[in-house]
T-cell receptor, first 111, second 113 residues
């Protein structure tokens, strides 16, 4: 079992839809959780950062962490064509260690 | 404020050659991380440098090495290149006090022929 599992998609939605992206993990020591967005031929861009369990909201984006289920989610409201990208979840067990990434979910939002 | 910058953008080498990739972190960031993003494998951690020292390395052979300079910029060297080394190499930097928040550069795409 891989440490971090992420459905690669592709996920196609119409503009304005609510998008749900998810990752599961096996290491219960993970306590730092990130979501990155990567456009084609670009580096990953940090979208959301969460420590431990709970929700965090930033504009159209909401990140949720459920440590009891080892499951994290990213919700995108009112999706836009500019949201079309690959979304990567990442996590670590302590500060300063390597981030462990999911393989990414490719999202396409059509206008 | 300038982000993480990497050079070159593209690098083409042949098997057995050496490749050198460079990274300049965000101003004020002391930690530099290197990741490999190969097709189908996702981002995999290579190396972590902080204050000029190698702090951690991923599950890669010793022919992957690097260093960090006094100005916190970093270099990744890959010796004896193999075809499977073809990938996007990403550099990230972070503040010492918040090392989980890593900011990435655009990467160097290495092609080994």
């Amino acid at each position: 079992q891989k440490e971090v599992e992420q459905d690669p998609g592709p996920l196609s939605v119409p503009e304005g839809a609510i998008v749900s992206l998810n990752c599961t993990y096996s290491n219960s020591a993970f306590q730092y959780f990130m979501w990155y967005r990567q456009y084609s031929r670009k580096g990953p861009e940090l979208l959301m950062y969460t420590y431990s369990s709970g929700n965090k909201e930033d504009g159209r984006f909401t990140a949720q962490v459920d440590k009891s289920s080892k499951y994290i989610s990213l919700f995108i409201r009112d999706s836009q064509p500019s949201d079309s990208a690959t979304y990567l979840c990442a996590m670590s067990d302590q500060a300063g260690t390597a981030l462990i990434f999911g393989k990414g979910t490719t999202l396409s939002v059509s206008s | 404020e300038a982000g993480v910058t990497q050079s070159p953008t593209h690098l083409i080498k042949t098997r057995g050659q050496q490749a050198t990739l460079r990274c300049s972190p965000i101003s004020g960031h002391t930690s530099v991380y290197w990741y490999q993003q190969a097709l189908g494998l996702g981002l995999q951690f290579l190396l972590w440098y902080d204050e000029g020292e190698e702090r951690n390395r991923g599950n890669f052979p010793p022919r992957f090495s690097g260093r960090q300079f006094p100005n916190y910029s970093s270099e990744l060297n890959v010796n004896a290149l193999e075809l499977e080394d073809s990938a996007l190499y990403l550099c990230a930097s972070s503040l010492r006090l918040n090392q989980n928040i890593q900011y990435f550069g655009a990467g160097t795409r290495l092609s080994v022929l």
